[in-house]
């Protein structure tokens, strides 16, 4: 049965799903939003804001949270979480594709800490299969292409920054490099097969690259590539390494590559418009039901898991606190430090941000303009449409979920984003 969502049923379901923050067992305590120096009646606004993004047809529904000093001022689900019209709520369960980048990014960066290797050694000493890389020159209309030798090796740190001149295949935005990952078999995104980041990563060292590693950014599966490489160094498949290393000290018990069975029925469905209605997306290029069926052998170190906005916060609240959660040190100050400076130089020069070793960052120019935080606010979001900032000198978080793909016209996140940095009022 199709539900209505009137405005007067979505508040009815807010005083409802607003009970159910008790229940779930997190870190970050909810208060009143004046006991952490934010507005009440300002953070009002992200209510009208989805319920009118819902009415408007922009997203079928949202979850989205707000922390500030440690504490949830604000965590609200709006909408449904299928085509059946179920409802969301806050044991919802999104996936969080390239929001993956951040947690591995911080995994490499653990093992760094501890001496294992440096961020200026080629990968290739680590994976063989990357020595003597290759620019493409031309691709040829029979597929085939000609090649230049990389002026240097890809680095570890290359691969941190999007600076590696690997692509991204399906979702590349030049076409050659769609047709010669496909070619090659290359797994970019959610997959139901036997495959393992091993396979798919040896594929991926073999083909040609963007551009000289170093020269300009290219958003890429380089995090896949650290996966497998967390694998090799730590000697632990990497779903075992978050797990253990990040998941269970940061109390995040709703993340995962693979739902159990008990949390399968608390995924969302990725929706789309069809003459006017909302549909569960198709299978494509991958398969939208991938974290809860098939072989489950593939962990994307750039795209595989599924998470929540509670467990989103409290990983994020680890690097507003330094390093640190739940009495649980996973970096040190000054490690967190590093990984927020600026290492891409001026490539992303006059933008308003440049990229750290796991995270988008705000400049001083970016944090100008206004609506975007202080200078450092850290932020990047996921393919599924799932958003995120936290900013260090506010000490404030802010995360939207929703699951949509080609749908145009949601305006939600920036609005999110702009009401939550207007209802600091201290």
Same mark, same amino acid.
């Given at each position: 049965?199709?539900?209505?969502?009137?405005?007067?049923?979505?508040?009815?379901?807010?005083? $409802?799903?607003?009970?159910?923050?008790?229940?779930?067992?997190?870190?970050?305590?909810?208060?009143?939003?004046?006991?952490? #120096?934010?507005?009440?009646?300002?953070?009002?606004?992200?209510?009208?804001?989805? !319920?009118?993004?819902?009415?408007?047809?922009?997203?079928? /529904?949202?979850?989205?949270?707000?922390?500030?000093?440690?504490?949830?001022?604000? *965590?609200?689900?709006?909408?449904?979480?299928?085509?059946?019209?179920?409802?969301?709520? +806050?044991?919802? $369960?999104?996936?969080?594709?390239?929001?993956?980048?951040?947690?591995?990014?911080?995994?490499?960066?653990?093992?760094?800490?501890?001496?294992?290797?440096?961020?200026?050694?080629?990968?290739?000493?680590?994976?063989?299969?990357?020595?003597?890389?290759?620019?493409?020159?031309?691709?040829?209309?029979?597929?085939?292409?000609?090649?230049?030798?990389?002026?240097?090796? !890809? %680095?570890?740190?290359?691969?941190?920054? *999007?600076?590696?001149?690997? #692509?991204?295949?399906?979702?590349?935005?030049?076409?050659?490099? @769609?047709?010669?990952?496909?070619?090659?078999?290359?797994?970019?995104?959610?997959? =139901?097969?036997?495959?393992? !980041?091993?396979?798919?990563?040896?594929?991926?060292? @073999?083909?040609?690259?963007?551009?000289?590693?170093?020269?300009?950014?290219?958003?890429?599966?380089?995090?896949?590539?650290?996966?497998?490489?967390?694998?090799?160094?730590?000697?632990?498949?990497?779903?075992?390494?978050?797990?253990?290393?990040?998941?269970?000290?940061? @109390?995040?018990?709703?993340?995962? +590559?693979?739902?159990?069975?008990?949390?399968?029925?608390?995924?969302?469905?990725?929706?789309?418009?069809?003459?006017?209605?909302?549909?569960?997306?198709?299978?494509?290029?991958?398969?939208?039901?991938?974290? @809860?069926?098939?072989?489950?052998?593939? +962990?994307? /170190?750039?795209?595989?898991?599924?998470? %929540?906005?509670?467990?989103?916060?409290?990983?994020?609240?680890?690097?507003?606190?330094? /390093? =640190?959660?739940? /009495?649980?040190?996973?970096?040190?100050?000054?490690?967190?430090?590093?990984?927020?400076?600026?290492? $891409?130089?001026?490539?992303?020069?006059?933008?308003?941000?440049?990229?750290?070793?796991?995270?988008?960052?705000?400049?001083?120019?970016?944090?100008?303009?206004?609506?975007?935080?202080?200078?450092?606010?850290?932020?990047?979001?996921?393919?599924?449409?799932?958003?995120?900032?936290?900013?260090?000198?506010?000490?404030?978080?802010?995360?939207?979920?929703?699951?949509?793909?080609?749908?145009?016209?949601?305006?939600?996140?920036?609005?999110?984003?702009?009401?939550?940095?207007?209802?600091?009022?201290?």
């Amino acid at each position: 049965m199709k539900i209505q969502l009137t405005n007067a049923f979505l508040f009815f379901f807010l005083s $409802i799903s607003s009970s159910l923050t008790a229940q779930q067992s997190q870190v970050l305590p909810k208060v009143n939003p004046e006991e952490a #120096g934010m507005s009440s009646n300002r953070l009002a606004y992200l209510d009208s804001i989805a !319920i009118v993004a819902i009415k408007d047809q922009q997203v079928p /529904g949202l979850v989205a949270l707000v922390a500030r000093n440690g504490k949830i001022v604000y *965590h609200k689900a709006f909408g449904t979480a299928n085509a059946k019209g179920e409802l969301l709520d +806050f044991n919802s $369960i999104f996936r969080i594709a390239s929001q993956t980048k951040a947690i591995t990014s911080t995994a490499v960066m653990m093992l760094w800490e501890r001496g294992e290797f440096q961020l200026d050694d080629p990968i290739s000493k680590y994976i063989p299969e990357f020595e003597n890389e290759q620019v493409l020159d031309s691709l040829l209309p029979d597929g085939t292409y000609t090649t230049k030798p990389a002026t240097r090796p !890809i %680095t570890i740190r290359h691969l941190l920054t *999007h600076t590696s001149g690997l #692509g991204y295949g399906e979702i590349d935005g030049d076409p050659r490099f @769609k047709q010669i990952y496909s070619d090659a078999g290359v797994t970019d995104l959610f997959t =139901t097969e036997g495959i393992q !980041i091993e396979e798919s990563v040896k594929k991926l060292a @073999k083909l040609p690259l963007h551009h000289n590693p170093g020269e300009k950014f290219t958003y890429s599966e380089g995090l896949d590539v650290l996966g497998y490489f967390v694998e090799i160094i730590s000697g632990k498949p990497l779903d075992k390494f978050f797990k253990t290393e990040i998941f269970e000290p940061l @109390k995040m018990q709703n993340t995962y +590559f693979y739902l159990p069975k008990e949390k399968r029925d608390q995924l969302v469905s990725v929706q789309t418009k069809n003459e006017g209605n909302w549909v569960d997306f198709p299978t494509t290029f991958y398969d939208p039901d991938y974290p @809860k069926k098939g072989k489950m052998t593939f +962990f994307s /170190g750039g795209a595989g898991l599924s998470s %929540t906005p509670v467990d989103y916060a409290q990983f994020l609240q680890m690097y507003l606190n330094k /390093g =640190t959660l739940n /009495g649980h040190r996973l970096l040190s100050r000054t490690t967190v430090d590093f990984i927020l400076s600026n290492q $891409i130089g001026d490539i992303w020069k006059g933008n308003g941000s440049y990229h750290g070793l796991a995270f988008s960052v705000v400049d001083d120019l970016g944090a100008a303009k206004g609506g975007k935080g202080s200078p450092r606010t850290f932020e990047w979001g996921g393919y599924f449409n799932t958003q995120y900032f936290a900013d260090p000198e506010e000490n404030l978080i802010g995360i939207i979920m929703k699951q949509t793909q080609k749908v145009s016209g949601d305006e939600t996140s920036w609005k999110f984003r702009n009401i939550v940095f207007s209802s600091i009022d201290d």
